[in-house]
């Protein structure tokens, strides 16, 4: 139904606008009394063979929705109701910021991909920790908090930022994941250098580990980056005992796109996500899981729309994997695709 009906609607409509119209009409239609229950039935899954214990915390399903889709936490329980195993809302800076201008969102349908310079446009933390506390978490899924800086703050005060937002919403999410990797942010790549990256995740886990019950920390990371990198990458996740890395973000290239160079042109800068950046992702994945060994959590990220893509990450060395531009080309009926032939196969 969605490719042939809701799919032609909403591609009437600028990306951005028909993502918000989505999730507009989605929670009109579970306003309607029992049509929560009748979602869940229809796209929910459930398989004991599903269940994964990662990162100290109990996965129903190994198939989460990757940061950007909800940054402000104001569809968490309704996302909830698609089957995902996880969500991860942010990402979410200390203050309020509305991104880079519009048009800022932009489709590739001849390559199932999409192109976004959203900026980090979110509420601010305060706003996301309000409705954690109104709403609390849905049963059985686990809440991620993907945590950045504000586009102001200089990068030598980026450590600031972040400690805002992890002492924010500490008490309300299940993990944490540091994003230093969007392009979209001016000079925060720089972040992901060696030393800088080393001081910022060493202040965390200093608050992390002063905490009662610390709280698993990831990071997130570009597809970008070289086996070198990669390799400083690992150094620093031993260094600094980090729980997980997510790999990856966005790319900045622009290689093999059958989308022509006029278009990609007049989009401009961005990152691209989808089908494009899938067999660098799990390259990415495959090079960490193969020097890393078992002792790193690792979440697979990037080009994922079918179970194939799915079994080639976890295949590739991801223990979880999450998804985002696959629903905008697939629909969300593809996560119980996906976990009923995971089911099978894992």
């Known amino acids: 139904m969605y490719k042939t009906f809701l799919k032609p609607f909403f591609f009437l409509f600028p990306p ?16 309607i009394p029992g049509a929560g229950a009748l979602l869940s039935r229809a796209y929910q899954f459930r398989h004991p063979a599903l269940r994964r214990q990662f990162l100290g915390l109990s996965f129903e399903n190994p198939v989460g929705l990757a940061a950007g889709f909800d940054k402000d936490g104001q569809h968490y329980h309704s996302m909830a109701k698609l089957g995902f195993g996880f969500l991860e809302l942010g990402t979410v ?42 709403y609390g978490k849905p049963q059985g899924v686990i809440i991620g908090g993907n945590i950045g800086k504000n586009k102001t703050t200089p990068n030598e005060k980026a450590a600031e930022d972040y400690r805002i937002c992890f002492e924010a919403l500490f008490p309300h999410v299940d993990y944490f994941v540091v994003n230093v990797s969007s392009p979209n942010t001016p000079d925060l790549r720089e972040l992901q250098d060696k030393e800088p990256l080393s001081r910022l995740l060493n202040m965390l886990q200093q608050l992390n580990h002063a905490k009662p019950q610390p709280k698993p920390l990831l990071l997130k990371i570009a597809p970008d980056l070289t086996d070198g990198q990669l390799d400083d990458i690992l150094d620093i996740a031993r260094e ?45 994945i495959r090079y960490l899981r193969e020097r890393a060994g078992e002792e790193l959590v690792i979440i697979g990220v990037g080009g994922i729309a079918k179970p194939e893509d799915a079994l080639e990450k976890l295949r590739a060395g991801a223990n979880l994997v999450q998804i985002y531009s696959g629903l905008v080309y697939e629909g969300p009926g593809m996560v119980k695709r996906i976990n009923r032939v995971l089911a099978k196969e894992m």
């Open 240 to 284: 600094t005992q980090l729980d997980g890395i997510i790999a990856t973000n966005t790319t900045i290239s622009r290689e093999g796109l059958q989308t022509s160079g006029s278009r990609v042109e007049e989009i401009g800068a961005g990152g691209l996500s989808g089908q494009p950046v899938k067999a660098r992702a799990t390259e990415v």
């Open 93 to 134: 800076t200390p203050r309020p910021q509305s991104g880079n201008p519009q048009p800022r969102l932009f489709r590739l349908p001849e390559d199932e991909a999409l192109i976004n310079r959203m900026g980090f446009n979110n509420e601010g933390v305060e706003a996301l920790v309000q409705r954690l506390q109104r």
């Open 16 to 31: 951005e606008r028909a993502h918000h119209l989505t999730l507009r009409l989605f929670k009109i239609a579970l306003a």
